[in-house]
T-cell receptor
Framework: GEDVEQSLFLSVREGDSSVINCTYTDSSSTYLYWYKQEPGAGLQLLTYIFSNMDMKQDQRLTVLLNKKDKHLSLRIADTQTGDSAIYFCAEIKNRDDKIIFGKGTRLHILP | DADVTQTPRNRITKTGKRIMLECSQTKGHDRMYWYRQDPGLGLRLIYYSFDVKDINKGEISDGYSVSRQAQAKFSLSLESAIPNQTALYFC????????????????FGPGTRLTVL
């Protein structure tokens, strides 16, 4: 189908690692993305990964890509209260350059 | 200064009224998009435009229309608003030209919260 799937909620204790998982649909997608939406704001690109990579690390963020299973994950190390947001997984449809978003995972930080 | 602006930020209207949401951008991007966000449903594409005079339907275009008056402006209209169009609406832009980010980043406005009573 056309859906990018991700769980809707995740609760993590402050200081622990958060792992948000996603499955996408198009094995030919060139790029896969993680967007972050903070309360009351629009989405902002957090990170992306090119499809010929299987891992990308950027400070506290680690993106893992399993092309065989069409599985993408975002790991946030040492989760902070400022990481509380909705995280959207997304893929690009190369045939028409449209970006398909998942439903978003709301990350809740426990004290 | 915000690169992508939306007006109004909040709007409450009644069933049957005509509503227009405006989006302006100063990024010089050629591509613009309108999305709708509902709790638990994520972002759904309503319409998109790859240039002035280019209009394309997204996955949920029924009940909506758009106008791309200039490269910097993309407006969304609800001809006769109904309660199930209550949602958060986002405009976004991206650049297909030689200066584009190769990974096709989209830049979002702050959103318009629309309530139809």
């Amino acid at each position: 189908g056309e859906d990018v799937e991700q769980s809707l909620f995740l609760s993590v204790r402050e200081g622990d690692s958060s792992v948000i998982n996603c499955t996408y649909t198009d094995s030919s997608s060139t790029y896969l993305y993680w967007y972050k939406q903070e309360p009351g704001a629009g989405l902002q690109l957090l990170t992306y990964i090119f499809s010929n990579m299987d891992m990308k690390q950027d400070q506290r963020l680690t993106v893992l890509l399993n092309k065989k299973d069409k599985h993408l994950s975002l790991r946030i190390a040492d989760t902070q209260t400022g990481d509380s947001a909705i995280y959207f997984c997304a893929e690009i449809k190369n045939r028409d350059d449209k970006i398909i978003f998942g439903k978003g995972t709301r990350l809740h930080i426990l004290p | 200064d915000a690169d992508v602006t939306q007006t109004p930020r909040n709007r409450i209207t009644k069933t049957g009224k005509r509503i227009m949401l405006e989006c302006s951008q100063t990024k010089g991007h050629d591509r613009m998009y309108w999305y709708r966000q509902d709790p638990g449903l994520g972002l759904r594409l309503i319409y998109y435009s790859f240039d002035v005079k280019d209009i394309n339907k997204g996955e949920i275009s029924d009940g909506y229309s758009v106008s791309r008056q200039a490269q910097a402006k993309f407006s969304l209209s609800l001809e006769s608003a109904i309660p199930n169009q209550t949602a958060l609406y986002f405009c976004a832009t991206s650049d297909s030209g030689i200066t584009k980010t190769k990974y096709n980043e989209q830049f979002f406005g702050p959103g318009t919260r629309l309530t139809v009573l």
